[in-house]
């Protein structure tokens, strides 16, 4: 158990629908890191927070949107769900935004069917 | 741009035989590496990671790696393998804001 908490565990949903996917780092990490795993993409990083504030952008689409609230959780937003959006989506934490090489400790994934 | 190439998208072993997993990275800066394991249904494990020092890195599960940086390369290895290493290995290089930009994934399957 990596103590990063997501829910919910699988998400089965329409296209053109939007979803919440939740995030709780662990204890005293400042840092959230959003990636998309799926079978033609592979392992993608999305965006990360660092106490509250973006911090670094990946291939992430407009129609995706993330934000961490005071409490250091995080939301990530998926709007006009398309069916290649399918994937497990993976949330990590770290201990600080600006340490070399920070361990990232993984949650278990939501998985996101889009029908 | 740091890139991550794993050669290999699948690598059958019996069960107490060696085994590499092969990984190339591309990076015009200093680069620090790292390789994740991602048991069946789970998320991913930190199993060892390279930052500066000895090439030689120790990580968990009896599992090491080197860094070769005149071959760009940081292969995974294990002297022994058990059926519970059969798993998804992921290579690993930071990236801009401390994000991790991973390879396409090593499929273990480890054979009795």
């Known amino acids: 158990d990596s103590g990063v908490t997501q829910t919910p565990k699988h998400l089965i949903t329409a296209t053109g629908q939007r979803v919440t996917l939740r995030c709780s780092p662990r204890?005293?990490?400042?840092?959230v890191y959003w990636y998309q795993q799926s079978l033609d993409q592979g392992l993608q990083f999305l965006i990360q927070?660092?106490?509250?504030?973006?911090?670094a952008k990946g291939n992430i689409l407009e129609r995706f949107s993330a934000q961490q609230f005071p409490d250091l959780h995080s939301e990530l937003n998926l709007s006009s769900l398309e069916l290649g959006d399918s994937a497990l989506y993976f949330c990590?934490?770290?201990?600080?935004?600006?340490?070399?090489?920070?361990?990232?400790?993984f949650g278990p994934g939501t998985r996101l069917t889009v029908l | 741009a740091q890139s991550v190439t794993q050669l290999d998208s699948q690598v059958p072993v019996f069960e107490e035989a060696p085994v590499e997993l092969r990984c190339n990275y591309s990076?015009?800066?200093?680069?620090?590496l790292f390789w994740y394991v991602q048991y069946p249904n789970q998320g991913l494990q930190l199993l060892l990671k390279y930052l500066s020092g000895s090439t030689l890195v120790k990580g968990i599960n009896g599992f090491e790696a080197e860094f070769n940086k005149s071959q760009t390369s940081f292969h995974l290895r294990k002297p022994s393998v058990h059926i519970s290493d059969t798993a998804e290995y992921f290579c690993?290089?930071?990236?801009?804001?401390?994000?991790?930009?991973f390879g396409s994934g090593t499929r273990l399957q480890v054979q009795p």
């Open positions: 990076s015009s800066v200093s680069v620090y």
């Open positions: 690993a290089v930071e990236t801009v804001g401390r994000a991790l930009t």
């Open positions: 990590a934490s770290s201990a600080s935004g600006g340490a070399v090489a920070d361990t990232q400790y």
């Open positions: 927070y660092y106490n509250g504030e973006e911090r």
């Open positions: 204890s005293g990490d400042l840092s």
